[in-house]
């Protein structure tokens, strides 16, 4: 239930701090007194549109936080936590306006969204007045109060769950369809493909080792003459290693004639000789790590240039690409080989989910025409008291069983029909603006706690309705009272001495200064037996007048 309710510099409120407890209160005052004011700053706190006219005049921002006592269970907590905002177990909504139009929201101080506020607010406090235009006038919202109303939560639930099941077997059908029907249209293409891919036989990494591998053989081409020649040079007719060899053998008979003469020239002869033997081996280990088969050249880039001109055939980035695109195009052939076997057990799947949701939904349906009745007959109950004798209450009920939802196959509004003889129509279009208000009052009576908010406030819904009709508006707030919080602006003393607690909202001058301000303060005993007989007698408050408010609560208490 709304604990409390702060607001500051809202139109005519300076400083305003307000405690409700459960059961009924009603606010009450003279026309003008600021009644509006605390809807208004109300409506602000729970997403509502913002206005800068609502800040004081001087002002450069108002501000209102609501509190709210509420069950771990609320769903305002799985809300909070699906959009992970931190609790614990409190809530408090503030919204900050600013004269320039602009709001901020915070939900426990945690600045969020105007919307999220307005998700919030929605399932915490129901604001019904004469010309209220959402709640129970909501006719999107009619088939979900039905469900609340007989109980059929759970099984709309399962309905939904039915229908998701059958609408995810109709994505994978229509999906696999799709995949069917394209693979069928380049079916040649593909097969083609796959035949010539598969014929290449495509290796990750293959492009490089390719090209590697031919620049090594072309680059060899180039300098094995070369090193050929160098070679011949070396090991050939004209190689100066055996001349050297067979010079440095006679110098070394003859050294002995001379000692110590040829040492030096023999020891350079000896150094000279080792390294052209050392450069003959070189070159010859060189040649033949250049030999190459001009063949294996041929075949390289035959592979080579075949990758490549399947890279452009094919319009992939390189040859390592063509490993995958092999792959998929094997699938696509594959899901058009196999795929008729799957679309068959989908076509089942899909097919049984569907019959599964027509059964459930068509159960629920014949529930919810069931539970119609009963919602008709308990409103119907609420009329005559108040005033309503000739008026029918309908529950519009259309069922399509092509026309399917996650709701169901229902199409659920609430009429009326105010007079016999009268065309019924949706309650909104058909009531005016005092049997609108009636109306809503007999149908949250008939709903009590199924499919309500903690907290109804009713705004003048007892206008231009005489004593009886008050009185009975009085006595059902009260009984609602009993199962939510009831807040109610009235104008009816009936009404009023129904409370548990009375309200009372003034605007008086402020000292000092040339303007005035609202004010609301607690009343009961003899001050709120006053308040009553100023409803009862107007200005000039008589004896009389306060006789029969003492009457009123008396009988409020009986």
């Known amino acids: 239930m709304l604990a409390s309710i702060s607001i500051r510099d809202i139109v005519l409120i300076d400083r305003l701090d307000l405690e409700f407890g459960s059961g009924m209160t009603v606010l009450t005052g003279e026309t003008g007194a600021g009644k509006s004011i605390l809807l208004d700053s109300l409506s602000l706190a729970l997403g509502g549109r913002g206005d800068g006219g609502l800040?004081?005049?001087?002002?450069?921002?108002g501000q209102v936080v609501a509190m709210f006592d509420l069950p771990p269970s609320h769903p305002a907590f799985a809300v909070l936590e699906e959009q992970g905002l931190s609790h614990d177990g409190d809530l408090v909504l503030r919204r900050v306006q600013n004269a320039d139009g602009r709001t901020r929201?915070?939900?426990?101080?945690?600045?969020?969204?105007?919307?999220?506020?307005?998700?919030?607010?929605?399932?915490?406090?129901?604001?019904?007045?004469?010309?209220?235009?959402?709640?129970?006038?909501?006719?999107d919202l009619h088939r979900s109060l039905l469900d609340a109303f007989g109980g059929l939560q759970d099984q709309a639930q399962d309905v939904m769950r039915a229908y998701k099941g059958w609408r995810k077997a109709e994505k994978e059908l229509a999906r696999l369809q799709k995949t069917i029907e394209e693979a069928r249209a380049e079916a040649d293409y593909l097969g083609a493909s796959v035949e010539e891919l598969a014929a290449f036989s495509p290796i990750q990494g293959e492009e490089e080792e390719l090209a590697a591998k031919r620049t090594t053989m072309m680059q060899a081409e180039k300098i094995s003459g070369d090193l050929n020649e160098a070679f011949q040079a070396l090991d050939g007719h004209g190689s100066p290693i055996p001349v050297l060899a067979s010079m440095m053998r006679r110098l070394e008979r003859k050294s002995e004639q001379v000692p110590g003469l040829m040492d030096a020239p023999l020891e350079h002869l000896n150094l000279g000789l080792n390294a052209l033997e050392d450069a003959r081996s070189s070159?010859?280990?060189?040649?033949?790590?250049?030999?190459?088969?001009?063949?294996e050249l041929e075949q390289t880039e035959e592979r080579l240039f075949g990758m490549r001109a399947l890279v452009r055939k094919h319009k992939v980035q390189d040859g390592d690409a063509l490993v995958p695109l092999l792959e998929k195009m094997q699938a696509e052939l594959d899901a058009l080989d196999h795929g008729e076997?799957?679309?068959?057990?989908?076509?089942?799947?899909?097919?049984?989910?569907?019959?599964?949701?027509?059964?459930?939904?068509?159960?629920?349906?014949?529930?919810?025409?069931?539970?119609?009745?009963?919602?008709?007959?308990?409103?119907?109950?609420?009329?005559?008291?108040?005033?309503?004798e000739?008026?029918?209450?309908?529950?519009?009920?259309?069922?399509?069983?092509?026309?399917?939802?996650?709701?169901?196959?229902?199409?659920i509004e609430f009429w009326v029909q105010t007079n016999p003889g009268t065309r019924p129509g949706p309650m909104m279009k058909v009531a005016s603006g005092g049997e609108l208000s009636r109306f809503l009052l007999a149908l949250k009576v008939a709903m009590a706690d199924k499919g309500s908010a903690p907290t109804l406030v009713f705004d003048e819904i007892d206008t231009g309705v005489g004593g009886a009709v008050a009185e009975a508006?009085?006595?059902?707030?009260?009984?609602l009272a009993g199962s939510v919080q009831v807040l109610s602006v009235t104008h009816a003393p009936q009404v009023a001495s129904r409370a548990q607690s009375h309200m009372r909202i003034s605007k008086a001058a402020?000292?000092?200064?040339?303007?005035?301000?609202?004010?609301?303060?607690?009343?009961?005993g003899d001050h709120r037996e006053e308040e009553i007989a100023r409803m009862l007698a107007g200005a000039t408050i008589t004896q009389e007048a306060r006789a029969a408010a003492r009457q009123l609560l008396s009988g409020a208490e009986g």
Request: charged share 35%; glycine share 6%; hydrophobic share 40%.
């Open 283 to 295: 070159l010859d280990e060189a040649l033949r790590q250049s030999d190459y088969d001009p063949r």
């Open 510 to 524: 402020v000292e000092g200064e040339d303007r005035v301000a609202t004010a609301v303060i607690e009343i009961d």
């Open 341 to 388: 076997e799957r679309l068959v057990a989908l076509e089942a799947q899909a097919l049984e989910s569907k019959g599964a949701y027509d059964d459930k939904a068509m159960a629920l349906s014949k529930e919810r025409q069931r539970i119609a009745g009963q919602l008709i007959d308990e409103v119907m109950a609420e009329l005559p008291s108040l005033k309503l």
């Open 473 to 479: 508006i009085g006595r059902r707030l009260a009984r």
């Open 55 to 61: 800040v004081r005049a001087g002002q450069k921002q």
């Open 105 to 139: 929201a915070f939900v426990n101080d945690q600045p969020v969204s105007a919307g999220l506020l307005r998700e919030v607010g929605e399932g915490l406090i129901e604001i019904h007045g004469q010309h209220d235009d959402r709640a129970l006038v909501d006719a």
């Open 390 to 411: 000739a008026a029918t209450f309908l529950v519009e009920f259309h069922a399509d069983a092509e026309q399917r939802s996650a709701d169901g196959i229902d199409q």
